[in-house]
């Protein structure tokens, strides 16, 4: 079954994993530690390794400052990397083998390809350092110790909730015609967005309250490959030729706010009206945008809580015990359920950013 896995299955199969997870329950357990009784500690001063994918969108520009100051104020000596724009799977692969090598004792992983990290991770396992998904699991490994994440399918749900919610605003009645995108499929997130949005949006196209106006359904159809706002620029103004000649679009479901932000350049250069769209990070840029009614919400998914979580995993294991965890159930990774510790992702729209932000000092100014 193992060797079955091949990348894009991979990826299908580990979204509907996390679906049927969620469907029948997903708050998991709630215990309090995971990942096997072998964790022994190591000395205080340790090398903590951070790999993190190329520079997407700002969360991850954000996390490596985070860690660098966050392990260094916990005594820890770190090295945080990034992979480069275009040859993102060979230098992510050849950092965490460089890290390995300088002898970390836990390698925090934002994998710039779910499928392909599976020698690094074993490699790294082998020589005794931990190693943490951060962000986006890695699939196909039983050497992968943790998984530290917002809950991805929650954030799917919201952006698809508040899809529905827009267009209701907008005009009481249905049927309401939208457009779906999705992330990267090498990022195992695109899909579990995907379905946490499909999970609300389906039963509305099922009963025709919603219509896909291409007919583009399928999660292949909306893949972003890279996440690349030029990629989501380019599909959209191709839709708008195709199919919104004379026919309005009510709505658009965008799995980030990068990706949002080039969907609304392409509908404004078209000179058309914009539509409700989605989004998810809190960027600068889009919640300026929410705030003068163009984008319609965004997710927070606080960088600064989701790297203290990760640092206090390896303090855990700095310290010879098991790091907290509280979901043993939604993450397969094809291999093994990776014992998980999962934040809740807010939604944010205009009426309640000001609420949502009020503890983050640049965001909040820009809902004053
Ligand atoms: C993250 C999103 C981000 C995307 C592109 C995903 O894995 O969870 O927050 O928008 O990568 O960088």
Not at 132 to 146: F, M, P, Q, S
Not at 277 to 291: F, L, N, W, Y
Not at 298 to 308: C, G, W
Request: with cysteine; aromatic share 6%; charged share 20%.
């Amino acid at each position: 079954m193992r060797n079955f896995f091949g990348k894009s299955v991979a990826v299908g199969a580990i979204a509907m994993l996390a679906l049927t997870a969620c469907g029948s329950g997903r708050d998991g357990d709630s215990s309090s530690s995971g990942g096997g009784s072998d964790a022994k500690g190591f000395a205080a001063n340790s090398l903590i390794g951070v790999a993190l994918p190329a520079k997407t969108s700002e969360n991850w520009v954000l996390a490596g400052d985070l860690f660098t100051s966050g392990l260094k104020e916990a005594g820890f000596q770190s090295d945080v990397q990034y992979a480069g724009a275009s040859t993102t799977v060979a230098d992510q692969q050849a950092q965490i083998t460089a890290m390995t090598t300088k002898g970390a004792k836990v390698i925090v992983i934002g994998a710039t390809d779910a499928a392909q990290l599976s020698s690094q991770v074993a490699a790294a396992h082998a020589a005794g350092a931990k190693v943490i998904a951060y962000d986006r699991l890695i699939l196909n490994t039983a050497d992968l110790d943790y998984y530290v994440a917002f809950d991805n399918f929650k954030v799917g749900q919201l952006q698809g909730q508040a899809l529905l919610d827009g267009m209701k605003k907008k005009k009481p009645t249905g049927p309401y015609t939208i457009e779906l995108f999705s992330g990267s499929p090498d990022d195992n997130n695109a899909g579990v967005f995907f379905n946490g949005a499909m999970d609300v949006l389906k039963p509305e196209i099922d009963k025709g309250n919603v219509v896909v106006g291409s007919g583009q359904k399928d999660v292949k159809q909306t893949a972003i490959q890279g996440w690349k706002a030029e990629g989501a620029q380019a599909r959209m103004d191709q839709l708008l030729t195709s199919t919104y000649g004379s026919k309005t679009l009510d709505g658009v479901l965008s799995p980030n706010d990068t990706l949002a932000r080039a969907i609304i350049q392409s509908i404004k250069s078209a000179g058309k009206p914009v539509p409700v769209v989605t989004g998810q990070d809190s960027e600068a840029e889009s919640v300026k945008s929410i705030m003068k009614g163009e984008q319609y919400m965004t997710i927070n998914k606080d960088t600064r809580n989701l790297v203290k979580e990760t640092i206090n995993m390896v303090k855990s294991l700095q310290a010879g015990s098991d790091p907290q965890i509280n979901d043993t159930k939604s993450y397969n990774n094809g291999t093994k359920v990776v014992p998980t510790y999962l934040l809740p992702p807010v939604a944010v729209t205009k009426d309640n950013a000001a609420e949502a932000y009020a503890n983050d000092p640049k965001l909040s100014l820009l809902t004053k």
